[in-house]
């Protein structure tokens, strides 16, 4: 079994959950709930291993608040 980290943000527009894993191309989805949202990335990111091994890209490594005046 592999993990992938996903970053999930919500369209203020649509009010859209959008989900993406970062440095995997073509790893992204969007849904109308969280538990949609999972299962539409385990989908995608299921039908993209099954291509080929992905190279990621990039690693996620966190996030951080940044403040400006």
């Known amino acids: ?33 969280l538990d949609e949202l999972s299962a539409n990335l385990r989908e995608v990111i299921e039908m993209l291993l099954e291509d080929d091994q992905p190279r990621m890209e990039a690693e996620f490594v966190g996030t951080q608040q940044v403040s400006v005046s």
Not at 11 to 32: K, R, S
């Open 1 to 33: 079994m592999k993990n992938f980290t996903a970053v999930i943000e919500r369209d203020q527009e649509t009010g859209l959950y959008v989900g993406f894993v970062p440095g995997f191309p073509g790893a992204h989805a969007q849904a109308e709930s």
